[in-house]
T-cell receptor, first 112, second 113 residues
Framework: DAGVIQSPRHEVTEMGQEVTLRCKPISGHDYLFWYRQTMMRGLELLIYFNNNVPIDDSGMPEDRFSAKMPNASFSTLKIQPSEPRDSAVYFC??????????FGDGTRLSIL | QQPVQSPQAVILREGEDAVINCSSSKALYSVHWYRQKHGEAPVFLMILLKGGEQMRHEKISASFNEKKQQSSLYLTASQLSYSGTYFCGTEILGGTSYGKLTFGQGTILTVHP
């Protein structure tokens, strides 16, 4: 079975540019999570969805970050405008209810 | 609040045992354990549920003390493949946090031959 699929795997862009990260969850999973991982802050939950509806976005750093889930098989995390401090690994994960979360391979984002 | 893991790092020789602890200030419904190898995604190890039994995955087992809001991960006869960073993720009891995990800061485990 296909796992959680994220794209791109790596992204290098200049400060001020718009960045869009994409995620395809495992089919049948009703929860989708976006995490950010850095050495300083560890693994932080940014936002999560249940049945395509955002449930908790309290972890979203600021208005520059937005996330959407237009359907059960696709979600995006957008940063506009991007800043160097946004550099991190961004993981998408999905689960069925409160069962194990399955993580994608992550997007390594570098903002110059 | 983020759960607190201890120790922050541990170094072992192959075959030695280790214990990693995870402590929360809030009442918990479940504790999830994950392992992450360098440059890879976290991988699920096991879930411990409120009222549930101690779990085991190969030579790794875990316990959950609901009264103390603590969980421990036991690695027995460690293998080189156990090296990585171990995270606990806690799900708070009640409220509107169903399915939401808050992860600890991680414990770096290094196993040497």
């Amino acid at each position: 079975d296909a796992g959680v699929i994220q794209s791109p795997r790596h992204e290098v862009t200049e400060m001020g540019q718009e960045v869009t990260l994409r995620c395809k969850p495992i089919s049948g999973h009703d929860y989708l999570f976006w995490y950010r991982q850095t050495m300083m802050r560890g693994l932080e939950l940014l936002i999560y969805f249940n049945n395509n509806v955002p449930i908790d976005d309290s972890g979203m750093p600021e208005d520059r970050f937005s996330a959407k889930m237009p359907n059960a098989s696709f979600s995006t995390l957008k940063i506009q405008p991007s800043e160097p401090r946004d550099s991190a690994v961004y993981f998408c994960a999905s689960s069925h209810g409160n069962q194990p979360q399955h993580f994608g391979d992550g997007t390594r984002l570098s903002i110059l | 609040q983020q759960p607190v893991q201890s120790p922050q790092a541990v170094i072992l020789r192959e075959g030695e045992d280790a214990v990693i602890n995870c402590s929360s200030s809030k009442a918990l419904y479940s504790v999830h354990w994950y392992r992450q190898k360098h440059g890879e995604a976290p991988v699920f190890l096991m879930i411990l549920l409120k009222g549930g039994e101690q779990m085991r995955h190969e030579k790794i087992s875990a316990s959950f003390n609901e009264k103390k809001q603590q969980s421990s991960l036991y690695l027995t006869a460690s293998q080189l493949s156990y090296s990585g960073t171990y995270f606990c993720g806690t799900e708070i009891l009640g409220g509107t946090s169903y399915g939401k995990l808050t992860f600890g800061q991680g414990t770096i485990l290094t196993v040497h031959p």
